[in-house]
């Protein structure tokens, strides 16, 4: 089924422990979302034998998000571009900032009353171009994007999702913590 909205942008920030372990901190709801593009990078080869193509692999290589918001708030953007932020809400980009990866979720509506939900693991984002326009005899909203780039996390994961209604336990449970398999025995 096709989607039909979205809304729930959160970042989830990753820290890297003594012993190389990432772990995903408590997840923050970000600005409004208007726009959601993922393209997705895969390595193809094919094995030809004995006059044909005897077996295909495709494997995921990386992906790019590209986020459209209704704004990108100062925090977000210090947080997301490994910018600093002083006490007066400034946001100062400098040329040694370090962008640190992020799990980025989100939900998109589906006809019928059900939710796509979505973990993108592991995120870098850049530096967003800006527009400014002068106001015109109309009214015209100017609104940001800001892209990055998602690979694989070392288990080889990159994404988890699960199409639910909202009163599912799992979809209720979706944004308080970045989406982790579940190991317990079937």
């Not at 070392?154 to 699960?162: N, S, T, Y």
Request: charge should be negative.
């Amino acid at each position: 089924m096709a989607t039909i909205g979205l809304r729930d942008l959160y970042r989830a920030p990753i820290t890297t422990g003594s012993d190389g372990k990432e772990t995903y901190g408590t997840p923050v709801k970000m600005a409004k979302a208007i726009s959601a593009e993922l393209t997705v990078e895969a390595a193809e080869a094919i094995l030809y034998a004995d006059d044909g193509a005897d077996e295909v692999v495709k494997e995921f290589v990386k992906g790019e998000i590209k986020l459209g918001v209704n704004d990108l708030l100062p925090a977000d953007l210090a947080a997301l571009l490994g910018q600093t932020q002083d006490s007066d809400n400034v946001v100062y980009a400098s040329g040694d900032d370090e962008a640190p990866y992020f799990a980025i979720g989100f939900r998109a509506r589906k006809a019928g009353g059900t939710y796509k939900y979505i973990w993108l693991y592991k995120v870098k984002f850049s530096v967003p171009d800006e527009t400014y326009n002068t106001k015109g005899d109309g009214i015209e909203f100017s609104t940001p994007e800001i892209v990055g780039q998602f690979v694989k996390r070392d288990d080889g994961l990159w994404k988890a999702e699960h199409v639910s209604e909202p009163s599912n336990d799992v979809a209720k449970a979706w944004f308080t913590a970045v989406r982790e398999p579940n190991t317990d025995a079937a």
